[in-house]
Structure formats: C-alpha cells, structure tokens
Nanobody, 127 residues
Framework: QVQLVESGGGLVQPGGSLRLSCVAS????????IGWFRQAPGKEREGISC????????YYRDSVKGRFTISRANALNTVYLQMNSLRPDDSAVYYC????????????????????WGQGTLVTVSS
C-alpha cells in the first residue's frame, strides 16, 4: 500500500521545538520532491518547505526561514521537518506530500497535482 505517514506533532509551548517525520511506504522517496504543508482552521493550506530529490536544494516559506529545517534520509525513506522557536501562529495540521521528479519551489508555492499526501499531524503551540 502506497502511503505517507506523518508523526511528531503535539502540544508545545511558544519558543519550543518539535521534529516532524514523514515516512513513505510502498514506494521509494529518492525520486520524489517532498514538501511539508500546513493548514490552520479557517485558513488556506500553505507550503512550508520542500526538498529536492536530486541535489538537496530546499525552499522555505519566509515566515519559517531560520526556524525550520527540512532534511531527508533516503535510506530510511523518511523526510524530517525540524521546527524551532515555535510560535502560536505555527499551530496547524502539518502534511507531507510527494511529487515525482518535481521542482522544489513550484511544488511548495502551487501544490498542484501532487502524487501522494499524508493524513497530517497536529501541531499546537500554546502556553
């Protein structure tokens, strides 16, 4: 069965950190651009960060630059999102998605016709 499964979400205080994981099964991530997206209640989904399958290039949304880091471990079929200095406005359901041999920035900015999506993991930043 082909799927992406996110984990690592939870409740954290402002200024805290979380590491999200996105594990693929049924296919190999090494030919896919992987992206992290989030959607807060009442808001549109937005692309947070994406990472290339080929050269390791990355894209970050301005609001998370310097705080979030995306990385991938192809041998583990896993992509991570390290989130530091979390703020209440980072609260959302976070999803990972995969696009076969896509382009990094377009994937994050447009998020159209992606091949696979995970079910999401909830991140709540609150004191």
């Amino acid at each position: 069965q082909v799927q992406l499964v996110e984990s690592g979400g939870g409740l954290v205080q402002p200024g805290g950190s979380l590491r999200l994981s996105c594990v693929a099964s049924g296919f190999h991530l090494d030919s896919y651009v992987i992206g992290w997206f989030r959607q807060a209640p009442g808001k549109e989904r937005e692309g947070i960060s994406c990472i290339s399958y080929s050269d390791g290039s990355t894209y970050y949304r301005d609001s998370v630059k310097g705080r979030f880091t995306i990385s991938r471990a192809n041998a583990l079929n896993t992509v991570y999102l390290q989130m530091n200095s979390l703020r209440p406005d980072d609260s959302a359901v976070y999803y990972c998605a995969a696009e076969y041999q896509g382009a990094v920035k377009p994937m994050c900015v447009h998020a159209t016709d992606l091949d696979y999506w995970g079910q999401g993991t909830l991140v709540t930043v609150s004191s």
